[in-house]
């Protein structure tokens, strides 16, 4: 079993930075490819980023490609987020899931965090 907890949201104006953390506990991420996805208001999660255990390859949503980084922390417990150009279109809740590889849909994640709201103010 494997939680997470994700961190870091708040409200920024365009163009500036966030970095959001997402800690597991219970065990690490050992074995477990992470990402990032998010939801707005009325809108359906999307996948924004991922990394994948072996290799640590990541990918992105064309919609970050350039803006935003994912990354793991060396003890390999934690996975970042580190989102620069921030735009008023990135606004929504971040969420953080865990699953055996790297996918871009929702449902074949195991394991999901509670979210942290990023906004983003024009």
């Known amino acids: 079993q494997v939680q997470l907890v994700e961190s870091g949201g708040g409200l920024v104006q365009a163009g500036g930075s966030l970095r959001l953390s997402c800690a597991a506990s219970?065990?690490?991420?050992?074995?477990?490819?992470t990402a990032w996805f998010r939801q707005a208001p009325g809108k359906e999660r999307e996948f924004v980023a991922g990394?994948?255990?072996?290799?640590?390859?990541?990918y992105y949503a064309d919609s970050v490609k350039g803006r935003f980084t994912i990354s793991r922390g060396n003890a390999g417990n934690t996975v970042y987020l580190q989102m620069n150009s921030l735009k008023p279109e990135d606004t929504a809740v971040y969420y953080c899931?865990?699953?055996?590889?790297?996918?871009?849909?929702?449902?074949?994640?195991?394991?999901w965090g509670q979210g942290t709201q990023v906004t983003v103010s024009s």
């Open positions: 899931a865990a699953s055996p590889v790297v996918q871009r849909a929702v449902a074949l994640y195991n394991y």
């Open positions: 219970g065990r690490t991420f050992n074995g477990y490819a």
């Open positions: 990394i994948s255990w072996i290799g640590g390859t990541t």
